[in-house]
T-cell receptor
């Protein structure tokens, strides 16, 4: 398995533009998580899905952010319109629950710069 | 609500010195605690979890429910230990999968 795959790895865009980040979780994993990493706030959970259903989106900053998981092998995080304060590294992670211990496998991250 | 606190943003130690990365948590139920590590230019990865009671790369962490702490320790720091370390807590979610909350991280720098 290639692990959790994220694209793009780097994105530079201008304020006001739409940004779409993509994630392919590990095959067979039931849960998918979107995190944002910044120097000031560390890793913040934005939203997570279980069996493609959004469970907790309380970490989504505002209405400009949305996330979807149309099937078990794909998820998107969209920012529209983007702002400079959205600049961060966005991580996707997946896990397989059932054993009781929730161990996440992370993607390489998408580094977003909004000018 | 679940919360993880890592009071130190940066910890600098000399090679061979003991290391302790602090982590405190707040959770009303029975937590599962983890340490994740991110080496330079690598993905964030699991280092260890409290239920395994294992030592990984010389690191150990003991869950102290009385003090609500899960400090990460290593008796002798090595240069390759330099990395960002995140403490994380898994609490009960709904629908089966558990929500993992991370602290703000501690950058460990091991100097020669």
């Amino acid at each position: 398995d290639a692990g959790v795959i994220q694209s793009p790895r780097h994105e530079v865009t201008e304020m006001g533009q739409e940004v779409t980040l993509r994630c392919k979780p590990i095959s067979g994993h039931n849960s998918l998580f979107w995190y944002r990493q910044t120097m000031m706030r560390g890793l913040e959970l934005l939203i997570y899905f279980n069996n493609n259903v959004p469970i907790d989106d309380s970490g989504m900053p505002e209405d400009r952010f949305s996330a979807k998981m149309p099937n078990a092998s794909f998820s998107t995080l969209k920012i529209q319109p983007s702002e400079p304060r959205d600049s961060a590294v966005y991580f996707c992670a997946s896990s397989s629950w059932g054993s009781g211990a929730n161990v996440l496998t992370f993607g390489a991250g998408s580094r977003l710069t909004v000018l | 609500a679940q919360r993880v606190t890592q009071p130190e943003k940066l910890l600098s130690v000399f090679k061979g010195a003991p290391v302790e990365l602090k982590c405190n948590y707040s959770y009303s139920g029975s937590p599962e605690l983890f340490w994740y590590v991110q080496y330079s230019r690598q993905r964030l990865q699991l280092l260890l979890r409290h239920i395994s009671r294992e030592s990984i790369k010389g690191f150990t962490a003991d869950l102290n429910k009385g003090e609500t702490s899960f400090h990460l320790k290593k008796p002798f720091a090595q240069e390759e230990d330099s990395a960002m370390y995140y403490c994380a807590l898994s609490g009960a979610g709904t629908g089966g999968g558990n929500k993992l909350t991370f602290g703000t991280g501690t950058q460990l720098k091991v100097e020669l």
